[in-house]
Nanobody
Framework: QVQLVESGGGLVQPGGSLRLSCAASGSFASIATMGWHRQAAGKQRELVATTDRGRTNYADSVKGRFTISRDNAKNTVYLQMNSLKPGDTGVYYC?????????????WGQGTQVTVSS
């Protein structure tokens, strides 16, 4: 069983910053990809940022404002969000692909709410 526990969401004014964290725990050999998706009310879930073996990928809408980082020793991924806009509001989900035996599995966190509003 693998668990992803997110923290760091909340209410922030436009232009403000938040830092999300997601820690993975459980029995696995290694973690391949870690990343964040988000889902705004009434919209489909969309990719925000991913990190895989040192490579990072960002949605165009967050490039230059968000930074994803990873602490492999702690099995934790972070999302530093700066210059937040109301359009960044949504539930942010952490995900990870982990290697168990010879197979790779994808897991999701429970989500953390981010609200950008004045």
């Amino acid at each position: 069983q693998v668990q992803l526990v997110e923290s760091g969401g909340g209410l922030v004014q436009p232009g403000g910053s938040l830092r999300l964290s997601c820690a993975a725990s459980g029995s696995f050999a290694s973690i391949a990809t870690m990343g964040w998706h988000r889902q705004a009310a009434g919209k489909q879930r969309e990719l925000v940022a991913t990190t895989d073996r040192g490579r990072t990928n960002y949605a165009d809408s967050v490039k230059g404002r968000f930074t994803i980082s990873r602490d492999n020793a702690k099995n934790t991924v972070y999302l530093q969000m700066n210059s937040l806009k109301p359009g960044d509001t949504g539930v942010y989900y952490c995900y990870a692909t982990v290697v168990i035996g010879e197979l790779t599995y994808a897991y999701w966190g429970q989500g953390t709410q981010v609200t950008v509003s004045s």
